[in-house]
């Protein structure tokens, strides 16, 4: 699965941005989804995953209510929905996906990332 991860840019706090992650190569339904995020200096943290059909949906606590991850398997696309932006949000966004509906299971396939900054 190739995935390209785009939408990412500047935005003040408060704001909203909404990122796409398009797949390509494999049957996209076949596979859970993730966003991840990493900040300069930090390690890589999860985001947000939805399952292949999109039923069940899994969010960091840090964006909980503020961040909505969605999926249009027709589209092979899948979607992230940032509002309320705070400056500690800034980071590259990337999405992966995943074969194994195991929880525990490392992500298979990894997109490049998208900037997102936010301004105080």
């Known amino acids: 699965v190739q995935l390209q991860a785009s939408g990412g840019g500047l935005v003040q706090a408060g704001g909203s941005l909404r990122l796409s992650c398009a797949a390509s190569?494999?049957?996209?339904?076949?596979?859970?989804m993730g966003w991840f995020r990493q900040a300069p200096g930090k390690e890589r943290e999860f985001v947000a995953a939805?399952?292949?059909?999109?039923?069940?949906?899994y969010y960091a606590d840090s964006v909980k209510g503020r961040f909505i991850i969605s999926r249009d398997n027709a589209k092979s696309t899948m979607y992230l929905q940032m509002n309320s932006l705070k400056p500690e949000d800034t980071a590259v966004y990337s999405c992966?996906?995943?074969?194994?509906?195991?929880?525990?299971?490392?992500?298979?396939?990894w997109g490049q990332g998208t900037q997102v900054t936010v301004s105080s």
């Open positions: 190569g494999r049957t996209f339904s076949d596979y859970d």
């Open positions: 939805i399952s292949r059909s999109g039923g069940s949906i």
């Open positions: 992966a996906a995943r074969f194994s509906k195991s929880l525990s299971s490392s992500y298979d396939y």
